[in-house]
């Protein structure tokens, strides 16, 4: 069964860096499209980054576009969400997707929180 877990969340102050983790378990990882995701209370959950398979192509929200970055390492089953210059309209609850290339089945984790604040 496919497990997503992600970690790294926290408060961090405006202008500062957080990189968040996501492990996949009970998945081929090297067959997965992988993104992050973020979301506030009452709102809908909004696209951040993505990054293929072979990781030959990311993509980004026109928010985070020079400030974040999205990288995987397939032996470690792991996608990371490398964010800088964190502002307050970043603070969200952030989950990761896995999407299998070849079923097209998506599967979420349980997110992990993160808060810019002085």
């Known amino acids: 069964q496919v497990q997503l877990v992600e970690s790294g969340g926290g408060l961090v102050q405006p202008g500062g860096s957080l990189r968040l983790s996501c492990v996949c378990s009970?998945?081929?990882?090297?067959?997965?499209?992988m993104s992050w995701y973020r979301q506030n209370p009452g709102l809908e959950r909004e696209f951040v980054a993505s990054?293929?398979?072979?990781?030959?192509?990311?993509n980004y929200a026109d928010s985070v576009k020079g400030r974040f970055t999205i990288s995987r390492d397939n032996d470690k089953k792991t996608v990371y969400l490398q964010m800088n210059s964190l502002n307050p309209d970043d603070t969200a609850v952030y989950y990761c997707?896995?999407?299998?290339?070849?079923?097209?089945?998506?599967?979420w984790g349980q997110g992990t929180q993160v808060t810019v604040s002085a």
């Open positions: 990054i293929t398979s072979a990781a030959d192509s990311t």
């Open positions: 009970g998945c081929s990882f090297r067959r997965y499209d």
């Open positions: 997707k896995a999407r299998s290339t070849l079923l097209g089945i998506t599967y």
